[in-house]
């Protein structure tokens, strides 16, 4: 049972910057897909990105403005947001699943099996 636990979320201006963390309570490098969902009130909870040993993913909304990556040494992994929009806002979820696909990873939230607390962005226009 892989525990998950997020820090880094708060208030920001539109624009700005913030980096979420994500703390594993065991390794999930070699045969874990990790990833970010979001969840904005009134919507469902949507696929930001993912990251395994075969590389990272990233839905068309945040390409090019948020940067997923772990330091496998510490267990953790990383969402860099840059360029936030108000539409950014949202809970943000780490999720883990033990599985690493050839292509595109699991972008479903029903196919992750462990999910962190979630941490709650505002973004400020």
């Known amino acids: 049972q892989v525990q998950l636990v997020e820090s880094g979320g708060g208030l920001v201006q539109a624009g700005g910057s913030l980096r979420l963390s994500c703390v594993a309570s065991?390794?999930?490098?070699?045969?874990?897909?990790m990833g970010w969902f979001r969840h904005a009130p009134g919507k469902v909870r949507d696929f930001v990105a993912a990251?395994?040993?075969?590389?990272?993913y990233y839905a068309d909304s945040v390409k090019g403005r948020f940067t997923i990556s772990s330091d496998n040494a510490k267990n953790t992994m990383y969402l860099q947001m840059t360029n936030l929009k108000p539409e950014d806002t949202a809970v943000y979820y780490c999720?883990?699943?033990?599985?690493?696909?050839?292509?595109?990873?699991?972008?479903?939230?029903?196919?992750?099996?462990?999910w962190g607390q979630g941490t709650q962005i505002t973004v400020s226009s």
């Open positions: 990251i395994s040993w075969m590389g990272t």
């Open positions: 065991e390794r999930t490098f070699v045969s874990y897909t």
């Open positions: 999720a883990a699943v033990s599985e690493v696909r050839v292509g595109v990873p699991p972008t479903d939230l029903h196919e992750y099996d462990y």
